[in-house]
């Protein structure tokens, strides 16, 4: 059974923190690795994509991508009130697996 | 944004009745797919399709067929609902089904079967 693992949270960061969220898989076979925001009561929208180890920065977000380890984070610098969602990770192996979500909130 | 439209939503209705879902994109992408979303769950993959006429299960298929005669189109039909199908709805759209193109999504239908 592959799985994608992530805390529900909710995980609280102060505005102007960096807020770190991760999230781990079992297929070690997986390829692509996919960040996705949505606020309440709207559909998933894409971030970010990732295929291989290491960093990965677009503007305050990077992603960081350790296979061996299994691991795929995100992290947000300058956290903004706008920035309280739930972020779901999406990992590929041909078959797109979805986490079930972390629960981000930004505290002014 | 891309250009994925679902109709209703919003419905409601009944125990025993059949419901039908409609996503239709303007993107000319070859794959289309219907998610449920339940809290907890996260979502869940119910059938994709790869093309016209092509479809196959996802992991939460029983109870819902699909069907795709037009590029444009993909229907999702409960057959006769039940009280937990009660659920959000995502349509979503790629390019192909190689691992680096990502999915994108409709604004959804909220699906409540009293």
């Known amino acids: 059974q592959k799985e994608v693992e992530q805390n529900s949270g909710p995980l609280s960061v102060p505005e102007g923190a960096i807020a770190s969220l991760n999230c781990t898989y079992s297929?070690?076979?997986?390829?692509?690795f996919f960040w996705y925001r949505q606020y309440s009561g709207k559909s998933p929208e894409l971030i970010m994509f990732?295929?291989s180890n290491g960093d990965k920065e677009d503007g305050r977000f990077t992603a960081q991508l350790n296979k061996a380890s299994q691991y795929v984070s995100l992290l947000i610098r300058d956290s903004q009130p706008s920035d309280s969602a739930t972020y779901l990770c999406?990992?590929?192996?041909?078959?797109?697996?979805w986490g079930a979500g972390t629960k981000l909130i930004i505290k002014p | 944004d891309a250009g994925i439209t679902q109709s209703p939503r919003h419905k409601v209705t009944e125990t025993g009745t059949p419901v039908t879902l409609r996503c239709h994109q303007t993107?000319?992408?070859?794959?289309m797919y219907w998610y449920r979303q339940d809290p907890g769950h996260g979502l869940r993959l119910i059938h994709y399709?790869?093309?016209?006429?092509?479809?196959d299960k996802g992991e939460v298929s029983d109870g819902y067929s699909v069907s795709r005669s037009k590029t444009e189109d993909f229907l999702l039909t409960l057959e006769s609902a039940t009280s937990s199908q009660t659920s959000v709805y995502f349509c979503?759209?790629?390019?192909?089904?190689?691992?680096?193109?990502?999915?994108?999504f409709g604004d959804g239908t909220r699906l409540s079967i009293l």
């Open positions: 979503a759209i790629s390019d192909n089904r190689n691992s680096n193109q990502p999915q994108h």
């Open positions: 993107e000319n992408h070859r794959y």
């Open positions: 399709s790869y093309g016209v006429k092509d479809t």
């Open positions: 297929d070690r076979g997986s390829q692509s």
């Open positions: 990732i295929y």
């Open positions: 999406a990992v590929s192996n041909y078959q797109l697996i």
